[in-house]
């Protein structure tokens, strides 16, 4: 490809984009970070989720060169051609403070024209696949670079997008259930906000399968079947020898879908937490999806497992792989996080089910000095049962706030 025509493709797409930034109700994320000196960085997460707006917050005043390499024009690109893009970008800019690469994943090798121009600019690179945060990454950007993980809005960000203030007041909170509601059937896709929902989803999640899954990973096509099936079997343990039997695969093909769909960002399994870390690889593991508004799309869950789902987001978000779950035969714990917290899950109407309490307390027996948590619709307060305290909170308060109360060190949301 000529340096012209990519200059005429460069200027089409800032265009583009900055029709969009004139059109759209923009929010601050929930990093609160700005590029400062020259590096790589790197911003993964599922597609449509806000990425190339999350690198407008962060390069706030700076002159930008940006490439979005998921323009079917670019579909062609070499490695050896990259350079041109620099080229052209000095042609058209009269100054260059930041360079962005939007899914520069799709040209293979693309590694190490990073590596070379982030000595010279900060470099920002964004993509819809988790391999962008990988230990094999590391290996090709040797020495520093920052990551961030962008996920659909999360219930303060849906608010704050929406003018929402936060009131505890008795009409406040029930303004915060009520919308609270909203956001778990419409999820927190930020497109969800201007087209029809439910078409928007459908196409959404076929869009992650065919481009994220099935084009990168080279899987066959009846990966749809499984991701399906795991939409239907959310918050439950699934093991590869029953998918195994189900769909007529081998161990290793399970697991490789199991990976293509987690680095797609679609969905996200949980370990079983034992005593012996080893095990945790080979116990069947809960899975989860990346927005509850796709499964709603699709299937419409009973209130507790969307309420389930997106606890398990939140923490994640806090926690990331330190969120585990727990089940021995007489006890099951919703989630677990590592030396931290016991936390069960329910949607309370006519009160909380004994086997929450048990289940805290039976665990609590075996492990020491975790604190018991129940997240609930609208309870709160504490319980004392069999000796041992457990706090009882509200799903939005448990969403709007950044941290457990008490908790003095952890991961901001």
Same mark, same amino acid.
């Given at each position: 490809m000529?340096?012209?025509?990519?200059k005429?493709? !460069?200027?089409?797409?800032?265009?583009?984009?900055?029709?969009?930034?004139?059109?759209e109700?923009?929010?601050?994320?929930? #990093?609160n970070?700005?590029?400062?000196?020259?590096?790589?960085y790197?911003?993964t997460?599922?597609?449509?989720?806000?990425?190339?707006i999350?690198?407008?917050?962060?390069?706030?005043g700076?002159?930008?060169?940006r490439?979005d390499?998921?323009d079917?024009?670019?579909?062609g690109?070499?490695?050896?051609? !990259?350079n041109k893009?620099?080229?052209?970008g000095?042609?058209?800019?009269?100054?260059?403070?930041?360079?962005?690469?939007?899914e520069?994943?799709?040209?293979?090798?693309?590694? !190490?024209?990073?590596?070379?121009i982030?000595?010279?600019y900060?470099?920002?690179?964004?993509?819809?696949n988790?391999r962008?945060?990988?230990?094999e990454?590391?290996t #090709?950007?040797?020495?520093?670079?920052?990551d961030f993980?962008?996920?659909p809005?999360?219930?303060?960000?849906?608010?704050r997008?929406?003018?929402?203030?936060v009131?505890?007041?008795?009409r406040?909170i029930?303004?915060l259930?009520e919308?609270?509601?909203?956001?778990?059937?419409q999820?927190?896709?930020?497109?969800?906000?201007?087209?029809d929902?439910?078409?928007? !989803?459908?196409?959404l999640?076929?869009?992650?399968i065919?481009?994220?899954?099935?084009i990168?990973?080279k899987?066959r096509?009846?990966?749809?079947?499984l991701a399906?099936?795991?939409l239907?079997?959310?918050?439950?343990?699934?093991?590869t020898?029953?998918?195994?039997?189900?769909?007529?695969?081998?161990?290793?093909s399970?697991?490789? #879908?199991?990976?293509c769909?987690?680095?797609?960002?679609?969905?996200?399994?949980?370990?079983?937490?034992?005593?012996?870390?080893?095990?945790?690889?080979?116990?069947?593991?809960?899975?989860?999806?990346?927005?509850?508004?796709?499964?709603?799309?699709y299937?419409?869950?009973?209130?507790?497992?969307?309420?389930?789902?997106l606890?398990?987001?939140?923490l994640?978000?806090?926690?990331?792989?330190e969120?585990y779950y727990?089940s021995?035969g007489?006890?099951?714990?919703d989630?677990?996080?590592?030396?931290?917290?016991?936390?069960?899950?329910t949607?309370d109407?006519?009160?909380i089910d004994?086997?929450?309490?048990?289940g805290?307390?039976?665990f609590s027996?075996r492990?020491k000095?975790?604190k018991?948590i129940?997240?609930?619709?609208?309870?709160e307060?504490?319980?004392?049962?069999?000796g041992?305290?457990?706090?009882?909170?509200?799903?939005?308060?448990?969403?709007?706030?950044?941290?457990?109360?008490g908790?003095?060190?952890g991961k901001?949301s």
């Amino acid at each position: 490809m000529e340096v012209e025509e990519i200059k005429r493709i !460069l200027l089409d797409q800032e265009s583009f984009l900055n029709d969009k930034l004139r059109k759209e109700r923009i929010i601050t994320r929930h #990093y609160n970070y700005s590029i400062t000196y020259n590096n790589a960085y790197l911003i993964t997460g599922p597609r449509r989720a806000g990425k190339s707006i999350f690198t407008v917050q962060l390069t706030k005043g700076k002159e930008i060169l940006r490439v979005d390499f998921d323009d079917e024009r670019l579909s062609g690109i070499k490695a050896n051609e !990259l350079n041109k893009f620099l080229e052209a970008g000095y042609q058209i800019k009269k100054k260059i403070e930041v360079i962005i690469l939007d899914e520069i994943q799709n040209v293979k090798g693309w590694e !190490l024209f990073v590596s070379r121009i982030r000595e010279i600019y900060p470099v920002i690179v964004t993509g819809s696949n988790a391999r962008l945060m990988s230990s094999e990454m590391a290996t #090709y950007l040797t020495g520093r670079h920052m990551d961030f993980l962008v996920f659909p809005f999360s219930f303060k960000e849906y608010l704050r997008y929406k003018d929402v203030k936060v009131e505890e007041t008795t009409r406040g909170i029930a303004r915060l259930k009520e919308e609270l509601r909203n956001y778990l059937q419409q999820g927190g896709f930020p497109e969800t906000f201007k087209f029809d929902k439910n078409e928007y !989803l459908r196409n959404l999640y076929s869009d992650i399968i065919t481009r994220d899954v099935i084009i990168r990973c080279k899987t066959r096509k009846d990966v749809k079947g499984l991701a399906d099936f795991l939409l239907e079997n959310i918050g439950k343990e699934v093991s590869t020898r029953r998918v195994g039997n189900a769909f007529n695969l081998s161990h290793q093909s399970v697991e490789n #879908y199991f990976y293509c769909l987690s680095n797609a960002y679609l969905f996200l399994f949980v370990k079983r937490f034992t005593g012996k870390s080893l095990e945790r690889y080979t116990l069947p593991r809960k899975v989860y999806v990346i927005d509850t508004g796709l499964f709603n799309t699709y299937k419409r869950l009973q209130m507790g497992k969307m309420i389930e789902n997106l606890v398990f987001l939140e923490l994640y978000k806090r926690y990331g792989q330190e969120v585990y779950y727990y089940s021995n035969g007489n006890a099951e714990v919703d989630f677990i996080i590592k030396d931290k917290f016991a936390i069960q899950v329910t949607y309370d109407e006519g009160g909380i089910d004994d086997r929450e309490y048990k289940g805290l307390v039976r665990f609590s027996e075996r492990f020491k000095d975790y604190k018991l948590i129940i997240i609930t619709w609208d309870r709160e307060g504490k319980e004392i049962r069999n000796g041992k305290e457990i706090t009882l909170i509200p799903l939005w308060k448990f969403l709007v706030k950044e941290r457990f109360a008490g908790e003095m060190i952890g991961k901001e949301s």
